[in-house]
């Protein structure tokens, strides 16, 4: 939640909404529903939204879509080792590591991984089957890690090239964690179809999938569908989200937070070996340690300083935009004693 806990205008769509109606299927029309969609079109690429759950449910809707709208002999997808989409079935597979893939086989069929920021690899990986290429925009689950200058737009030229959909998973990246609406804008690179969940709606349940007008209609009435997608409380709540980061000037204030954890941590690298690298766009930081970084999180929780570790060596830091320069402050002494603890 890119808010915080319980943002007060969030609290107060949702208890007004509750109130009012909690649910009616999709069958019928809901302003509030329509609303939100426009928000997300004027905010975006344009397009169409269609509403779920989840981010899982989101790029599985993306997967459907991609095949839906090619021809029916297209149906691979390219996809990125150490990308993350998910636990559903589609989702998992198309998520390009096997600790996820463990037990469960047989996978989806239709699924190419390739290297991350390897554009000779993806170009080598196309072939008279490939309906789309698939990727977050920076890696979170694989490491915030953040493509090399160019790659994506690379992609998008082979994608143009080959007739192929580009998909952004910006369920993590979307939604202004990196100090713009969504990632792709800070790269400068569109894409075709655009997932999102998380930060979406404040702390509520939500997802989404927006698709350029051209392609959604490919996505036929009664194709794909969820039953709480889009309820008029997710929407209420993603109304009030959207809002709430217009009306605090919270983009720009990520901005300024990702700079100030950027310098913070890049300049304690000098005196603190264990720190491979520092990455951050907005409030999305990754911290490369040399070291396991289990022990890094079990202290900072000792010391009510809550982060996370992903790929076993990488402090990853995903704080409310709206957090005050005091409280960040804060938790970078808190993060740095620890830091060079476990580095002496």
Not at 30 to 47: H, N, P, T
Not at 107 to 133: H, K, M, Q, S, W
Not at 242 to 258: D, F, V, W, Y
Not at 286 to 313: D, F, H, M, S, Y
């Amino acid at each position: 939640n890119l808010l915080g806990h319980c943002p007060p205008a969030v609290v107060k769509a949702v208890q007004e909404q509750v109130a009012t109606l909690i649910h009616v299927p999709n069958t019928w029309h809901m302003d509030v529903q329509g609303r939100w969609a426009q928000m997300l079109s004027d905010r975006s690429f344009g397009g169409q939204a269609f509403f779920c759950n989840s981010g899982a449910e989101a790029n599985e809707a993306a997967i459907k879509l991609a095949r839906l709208h090619t021809p029916k002999s297209k149906y691979k997808i390219i996809t990125f080792q150490g990308g993350f989409h998910g636990r559903t079935m589609g989702a998992v597979t198309a998520t390009a590591q096997p600790k996820y893939h463990d037990g469960i086989e047989p996978l989806v069929a239709g699924f190419t991984y390739a290297p991350f920021g390897d554009l000779n690899a993806v170009r080598e990986r196309i072939d008279d089957d490939t309906c789309a290429i698939m990727i977050e925009p920076i890696q979170g689950e694989g490491g915030v890690r953040i493509p090399p200058e160019g790659f994506l737009q690379g992609l998008r030229e082979l994608c143009n090239e080959h007739e192929l959909l580009l998909i952004f998973d910006e369920v993590q990246t979307g939604c202004g964690r990196t100090g713009d609406w969504f990632a792709y804008q800070h790269f400068g690179v569109e894409p075709d179809i655009m997932t999102l969940a998380k930060a979406l709606c404040g702390g509520i349940a939500g997802g989404a999938l927006m698709a350029r007008a051209e392609i959604a209609p490919s996505l036929r009435p009664g194709m794909h569908a969820a039953t709480f997608g889009g309820n008029p409380i997710a929407a209420r709540a993603g109304i009030a989200t959207l809002e709430t980061m217009e009306q605090e000037g919270l983009l720009q204030r990520a901005q300024q937070l990702g700079e100030l954890f950027h310098r913070r941590f890049t300049e304690l690298q000098q005196e603190c070996d264990i720190i491979a690298e520092v990455r951050a766009v907005g409030v999305m930081v990754g911290i490369e340690l040399t070291v396991e970084g289990a022990p890094v999180v079990k202290e900072c929780l000792e010391r009510r300083l809550l982060i996370n570790c992903t790929q076993g060596n990488v402090i990853r830091l995903l704080p409310a935009m709206n957090l005050t320069e005091e409280l960040a402050e804060e938790g970078c002494d808190l993060l740095a004693a620890v830091l060079k603890e476990v580095a002496s």
